[in-house]
Nanobody, 121 residues
Framework: QVQLVESGGGLVQAGGSLRLSCTAS????????MGWYRQAPGKQREFVAR???????NYADSVKGRFTISRDNAKNTVYLQMNSLKPEDTAVYIC???????????????WGQGTQVTVSS
């Protein structure tokens, strides 16, 4: 079983910044990708950002240019730097690790407990 532990959430004013951390219980290189999702009240969980084991990054259009995902393999940690925060960024941010067993098979996803980010207006 994989454990993912997030930290860094909190309450900030619009325009402020937060840095989230996600630490895994094993080498993050063992996953095809790691990233962040978020879920706000009344909304479905949505993709935010992803980084592959090779370093390729992807972002949701809503956060592109404001958020940056990075990793530290030695610390088994993935970060999400969030700048220029908006009230609509308010959500529980959940760390994700994904492994793909092969073609035609569904991916295996591991999830953290989540950390609350609240952006006031």
């Amino acid at each position: 079983q994989v454990q993912l532990v997030e930290s860094g959430g909190g309450l900030v004013q619009a325009g402020g910044s937060l840095r989230l951390s996600c630490t895994a219980s094993r080498s993050i290189f063992s996953f095809n990708a790691m990233g962040w999702y978020r879920q706000a009240p009344g909304k479905q969980r949505e993709f935010v950002a992803r980084i592959t084991s090779g370093g390729t990054t992807n972002y949701a259009d809503s956060v592109k240019g404001r958020f940056t995902i990075s990793r530290d393999n030695a610390k088994n940690t993935v970060y999400l730097q969030m700048n220029s925060l908006k009230p609509e960024d308010t959500a529980v941010y959940i760390c994700n690790a994904m492994s793909s067993p092969g073609p035609g098979r569904p991916p295996i996803d591991y999830w953290g407990q989540g950390t609350q980010v609240t952006v006031s207006s």
